[in-house]
T-cell receptor, first 115, second 110 residues
Framework: DVKVTQSSRYLVKRTGEKVFLECVQD?????MFWYRQDPGLGLRLIYF???????EKGDIPEGYSVSREKKERFSLILESASTNQTSMYLC??????????????FGPGTRLTVL | QKEVEQNSGPLSVPEGAIASLNCTYS??????FFWYRQYSGKSPELIMF????GDKEDGRFTAQLNKASQYVSLLIRDSQPSDSATYLC??????????FGKGTMLLVSP
């Protein structure tokens, strides 16, 4: 059974803290994604990676960075957390890069609150 | 920038009725389209994908694609209360990324 796991379901941090969100997939997928989901704004792509050590900006990369040192692991980093980064963060992975069919499998999400 | 538009709803239907969820997209070059279901507090899960004009059926679900009108729909026959969720439409863009609509909330009443 395909599986994407995220390090925390709930996280509370203070403004200015450095925050790490971890995502691991066990499907040997090439592609991994980080989204945030906010009421009324839907799912928005922050960063994605199509190979180890490769990263590409999504639609809203400001205030975030990512790291992919191993194929199965993709980390989202908030260098200095701010209250407007309070959100649900979803990680996803997919196979068959370049194909027209690229189902993304989602992790359970991390609800981050920045105080 | 590519856009995918959905009515936010809620769309309310009685149990046993057909629920019709609609989506429009801005990029004429879009090739593939996806419908995800998201229960409250859960992550999205894929229901169907479609890349050819016409209808694609899977059980109680039918996806319809009209590329000329840039329109995708999802029909749910014999709707059940367990179908109550938010339905996300997405289209495929480069590097295997997806552009998601904001989702339509469906409420099926017993």
């Amino acid at each position: 059974d395909v599986k994407v796991t995220q390090s925390s379901r709930y996280l509370v941090k203070r403004t200015g803290e450095k925050v790490f969100l971890e995502c691991v997939q066990d499907m040997d997928h090439e592609n991994m994604f980080w989204y945030r989901q906010d009421p009324g704004l839907g799912l928005r792509l922050i960063y994605f990676s199509y190979d180890v050590k490769m990263k590409e900006k999504g639609d809203i990369p400001e205030g975030y960075s990512v790291s992919r040192e191993k194929k199965e692991r993709f980390s989202l980093i908030l260098e200095s957390a701010s209250t407007n980064q309070t959100s649900m963060y979803l990680c996803a992975s997919s196979d068959l890069s370049g194909s027209s069919y690229n189902e993304q499998f989602f992790g359970p999400g991390t609800r981050l609150t920045v105080l | 920038q590519k856009e995918v538009e959905q009515n936010s709803g809620p769309l309310s239907v009685p149990e046993g009725a057909i629920a019709s969820l609609n989506c429009t997209y801005s990029d004429r070059g879009s090739q593939s389209f996806f419908w995800y279901r998201q229960y409250s507090g859960k992550s999205p899960e894929l229901i169907m994908f479609i890349y050819s004009n016409g209808d694609k059926e899977d059980g109680r679900f039918t996806a319809q694609l009209n590329k000329a009108s840039q329109y995708v729909s999802l029909l749910i026959r014999d709707s059940q209360p367990s179908d109550s969720a938010t339905y996300l439409c997405a289209d495929s863009r480069g590097y295997s990324t997806l552009t998601f609509g904001k989702g339509t909330m469906l409420l099926v009443s017993p």
